[in-house]
T-cell receptor
Framework: DAGVIQSPRHEVTEMGQEVTLRCKPISGHDYLFWYRQTMMRGLELLIY????????DSGMPEDRFSAKMPNASFSNLKIQPSEPRDSAVYFC????????????FGPGTRLTVL | AQSVTQPDIHITVSEGASLELRCNYSYGATPYLFWYVQSPGQGLQLLLKYFSGDTLVQGIKGFEAEFKRSQSSFNLRKPSVHWSDAAEYFC???????????FGTGTRLTIIP
């Protein structure tokens, strides 16, 4: 298996632009998690899905952030409009009942908002 | 609410020396406990996990961790570190099932020759 795939790996954009981060979970996994990692706040859970349905989005910082999972093999996280304080590394992870809570992480997308 | 505390932000050890990284958790029931490692520029990789049974858990790369219920701890150990162990280490706790994990703030490990 290729593991969790994230794209792009690096994104540099200007303040006010829309940013879309993409994630392909491991085939057969029915849980998908989006995290944000910064030096100041560490690793934060933004939102997670089960069977493509959002279960908990309490970590989404504000309305500028949205996430969708249109099917079992794809999710995206959008920021519109982006701000410099959104600069961080965004991780996607997936898991399933057979992994006993073990989450498999993607390599992350490093976002820089200028 | 569940929480995880990693009291050491940064630890430096000499190559070949032993290592112990501390993790304390707060959780109302029997927790699922994890240690993940993150190398620079990489995602998190699972080192080991504990659900039940033997309280001493063996993981990859020669790491082990011991669950101590009375101390609410799940410390990570390695008898002899290698330069390639330099990374950030995260402890995490979660409930049964695939719900969200709560991660600690991480401990950065530096290895000196």
């Amino acid at each position: 298996d290729a593991g969790v795939i994230q794209s792009p790996r690096h994104e540099v954009t200007e303040m006010g632009q829309e940013v879309t981060l993409r994630c392909k979970p491991i085939s057969g996994h029915d849980y998908l998690f989006w995290y944000r990692q910064t030096m100041m706040r560490g690793l934060e859970l933004l939102i997670y899905f089960n069977n493509n349905v959002p279960i908990d989005d309490s970590g989404m910082p504000e309305d500028r952030f949205s996430a969708k999972m249109p099917n079992a093999s794809f999710s995206n996280l959008k920021i519109q409009p982006s701000e410099p304080r959104d600069s961080a590394v965004y991780f996607c992870a997936s898991s399933s009942d057979s992994t006993d809570n073990e989450q498999f992480f993607g390599p992350g997308t490093r976002l820089t908002v200028l | 609410a569940q929480s995880v505390t990693q009291p050491d932000i940064h630890i430096t050890v000499s190559e070949g020396a032993s290592l112990e990284l501390r993790c304390n958790y707060s959780y109302g029931a029997t927790p699922y406990l994890f240690w993940y490692v993150q190398s620079p520029g990489q995602g998190l990789q699972l080192l080991l996990k504990y659900f039940s049974g033997d309280t001493l858990v063996q993981g990859i790369k020669g790491f082990e961790a011991e669950f101590k219920r009375s101390q609410s701890s799940f410390n990570l150990r390695k008898p002899s570190v290698h330069w390639s162990d330099a990374a950030e280490y995260f402890c995490a706790v979660g409930p049964y099932g695939n719900e969200k994990l709560t991660f600690g703030t991480g401990t950065r490990l530096t290895i000196i020759p």
